[in-house]
């Protein structure tokens, strides 16, 4: 998403302070997000970006806090706010969001690693509509699924075997929800995200 802006590239040697928390606080390291959303500087969101990168982008002076936790990041020379939300000072052209494919591990993601069919935590992919009878891989026919749920099934239709799903699997809204640095949504975003 970011690798087209070569301006975007921050010194790496450039270590992330250690987040402090006022004195009466609770313990930084338990309240301090660790991840960023990251917006342009037209304020669409761009994706997720770990904290550490977050407060890169801020001392290199490459984006500013819309949003903190309140708390502080201090160094030796600096002190910044944690950032929950932070915009790029500079707009930058992203030419085309591909979408997400559903691969295993985005399909888990958008179903919170839960079985479509029992609730059981999931490890498998399970194609609703199987593909050995013409279901095809795509967002809509593919569900997070237990091991036992998906050996039960096996190629068998939902109504074959009198089960049902409890909701209609769709393409994940959030292209960037699923960077490298998590796919959980933090409530402090909701104001710069599209519902
Ligand atoms: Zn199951």
Known sequence: MLTKS??????????????RAPANAPAAEAVAPARTLLLNASLEPLCVVTLHRAVLLMMSGKARVLESSGLT?????????????????????????????????????RDQHRCAYCGAGADT??????????????????????????HRKA??????IGWELGFTP?????????????????????AYVPA
Do not use: M
């Open 73 to 109: 990041l201090h160094s030796e020379h600096d002190e910044v706010p944690v950032p929950v939300v932070i915009s790029l000072t500079r707009y930058v052209h992203v030419p085309v969001r591909r979408p997400v494919p559903p691969t295993r591990r985005t399909v888990l993601q």
């Open 125 to 150: 992919v399970d194609h609703v509509h199987p593909r050995s009878r013409g279901g095809r891989h795509e967002w809509t026919n593919v569900v997070a699924a237990c091991v036992r749920c998906n």
């Open 170 to 190: 769709r393409a994940p809204r959030w292209s960037f929800a699923f960077g490298p640095a998590g796919s959980r949504l933090d409530p402090a975003w909701s």
């Open 6 to 19: 070569a301006a975007l590239k921050v010194v790496p040697e450039v270590a992330a302070p250690v987040p």
């Open 155 to 160: 190629d068998r239709l939902l109504h074959e």
